[in-house]
């Protein structure tokens, strides 16, 4: 089990289902194995041009509980430009990212992301909602923030404008007074005492409806539900840029267990843009 605590994550290596230990190395491969085959994709992409109700289909949910997370990457690794994910993203991976708010029932984002990149409240467009009430879900998902001291402007807007009342997971052990002032405009989940427990988090926000949830990072929240072993589906934009020296990776924290991910989709944009989908493997082709 894995839990959050202020301001920096602890992790804990018992529990996970690879049974690994942390410092264990991937296993080398089997000489015996034939190699994977290797298939060009570019550079120019085979295939049609996809359209919105296209790119919604490659990006369809789960019919089960479902954690996915969106991030975006230069080709060199950075998870930001000048401090910011907004520099890496493109037109290509502006859709993407609209489509898959469109299809969660929660979205997922640590308090520090939430500062640095001054998100707005979770407000879609006409269209975006109009296909929500179409599928029997809410007008807006509903914003979710990750955080262990509560150290939140409740005036914030992305707390304080938010269509849906956003809801706030915490440890039972928060200062009472940051606690009294968010329950004006957010819902406090406390999941754990001293520590925030991820694992208990998410179970919460399901026993709340929110089955398939969408988490937008940062890399120390990303790090944890990495560690927790709480990932089901990870989709990267790799854009076409170098970045340099200087920014972090997209996951951070103390070190886990390798997780093993199947790529599931591969799509591409004229600009050189990557649009990734990993997901967990399925146990009953893995053995």
Not at 127 to 138: A, E, T
Not at 191 to 216: F, I, K, M, V, W
Request: net charge positive; proline share 9%; charged share 25%.
């Amino acid at each position: 089990m894995v839990r959050l605590s202020a301001p920096y994550p602890r992790s804990d290596s018992t529990g996970h289902r690879s049974g690994r230990r942390m410092t264990d190395h991937p296993p080398a491969p089997d000489a015996r194995t034939p190699d994977p085959p290797v298939r060009r994709f570019g550079p120019q992409p085979a295939g049609s041009v996809l359209d919105d109700p296209a790119l919604i289909e490659a990006y369809a949910v789960a019919p089960h509980d479902q954690l996915r997370v969106n991030f975006v990457t230069s080709v060199d690794g950075a998870v930001a430009v000048a401090g910011r994910s907004a520099g890496l993203s493109g037109r290509a991976d502006k859709r993407v990212f609209g489509v898959l708010r469109m299809l969660c029932d929660a979205l997922l984002v640590g308090a520090g992301t939430l500062r640095q990149e001054q998100y707005r409240a979770l407000r879609l467009d006409d269209r975006r909602r109009r296909w929500r009430r179409q599928h029997g879900l809410p007008t807006h998902p509903t914003l979710v923030v990750v955080s262990a001291s509560l150290d939140l402007d409740p005036d914030q807007p992305a707390l304080a404008d938010a269509p849906t009342r956003p809801i706030v997971l915490t440890t039972t052990d928060a200062p009472a007074e940051r606690r009294r002032r968010l329950a004006r405009v957010a819902e406090i989940v406390p999941a754990g005492e001293r520590t925030l427990d991820l694992t208990a988090g998410l179970s919460q926000l399901r026993t709340r409806g929110h089955r398939r949830l969408l988490c937008e990072g940062g890399p120390m929240l990303l790090g944890s539900l990495t560690a927790a072993d709480l990932v089901d589906e990870l989709c990267l934009t790799v854009s076409p840029l170098l970045a340099g020296a200087g920014a972090g990776r997209i996951s951070a924290g103390p070190a886990s267990p390798v997780r093993q991910l199947r790529l599931g989709q591969v799509l591409a944009a004229d600009d050189g843009t990557l649009l990734l989908r990993y997901t967990r493997p399925d146990p009953t082709t893995t053995g």
